[in-house]
T-cell receptor, first 110, second 115 residues
Framework: GQNIDQPTEMTATEGAIVQINCTYQ??????LFWYQQHAGEAPTFLSY????GLEEKGRFSSFLSRSKGYSYLLLKELQMKDSASYLCAVRPRIDYKLSFGAGTTVTVRA | EAGVVQSPRYKIIEKKQPVAFWCNPISGHNTLYWYRQNLGQGPELLIR????????DSQLPKDRFSAERLKGVDSTLKIQPAELGDSAVYLC?????????????FGPGTRLTVL
């Protein structure tokens, strides 16, 4: 399998910024996804990176460095509804298989 | 547009009993996936379908698990007999294709508890 590491938990204050790191080791690389999953709900797509650099989507941004096997998801202007698990998933080759990390539980406090 | 539909949402059974999960993917999505997600873990792929063909079932425990996707639309995943370790959330996902950046859309999952 693939080796994907992300922190287990993070806590931040409403209105603040949080950065969730993801490191991976794969045999080849064909894209990295970030998903958000609220407790008891389905994962929902947040972002996709295949080239190095930063992709910005509103309050959420995702960064990729292929040479370092590293990505981060940046959440700005945190809101209470952002409390959820954030899953990093890597597509290791030109195929369909996504390998997911264990997820990072973000808790936003007032 | 309706998302991926799964039923039931929750299921509690005793060990050695059979159980089945149903999934209706997004209309027009050719690729369908079944994942298992244990508590505190990310989803793990069990099987992928391209239309009605199971193109990768290498992760499916075939001694007790089976799946089908008749007519290339709805799919069912069955466990017979269930074991305690099968307690997990079973997620169905679909995508237009497995290629490129095609996003996988997940259903809400079926939470299985085996007693």
């Amino acid at each position: 399998g693939q080796n994907i590491d992300q922190p287990t938990e993070m806590t931040a204050t409403e209105g603040a910024i949080v950065q969730i790191n993801c490191t991976y080791q794969t045999s080849g690389f064909n894209g990295l996804f970030w998903y958000q999953q609220h407790a008891g709900e389905a994962p929902t797509f947040l972002s996709y990176n295949v080239l190095d650099g930063l992709e910005e989507k509103g309050r959420f941004s995702s960064f990729l460095s292929r040479s370092k096997g590293y990505s981060y998801l940046l959440l700005k202007e945190l809101q209470m509804k952002d409390s959820a698990s954030y899953l990093c998933a890597v597509r290791p080759r030109i195929d369909y298989k996504l390998s997911f990390g264990a997820g990072t539980t973000v808790t936003v406090r007032a | 547009e309706a998302g991926v539909v799964q039923s039931p949402r929750y299921k509690i059974i005793e060990k050695k009993q059979p159980v089945a999960f149903w999934c209706n993917p997004i209309s027009g999505h050719n690729t369908l996936y079944w994942y298992r997600q244990n508590l505190g873990q990310g989803p793990e792929l069990l099987i992928r379908y391209e239309n009605e063909e199971a193109v990768d079932d290498s992760q499916l425990p075939k001694d007790r698990f089976s799946a089908e996707r008749l007519k290339g639309v709805d799919s069912t995943l069955k466990i017979q007999p269930a074991e305690l370790g099968d307690s997990a959330v079973y997620l169905c996902a679909s995508s237009l294709s497995w290629r490129g950046d095609n996003e996988q859309f997940f259903g809400p999952g079926t939470r299985l508890t085996v007693l």
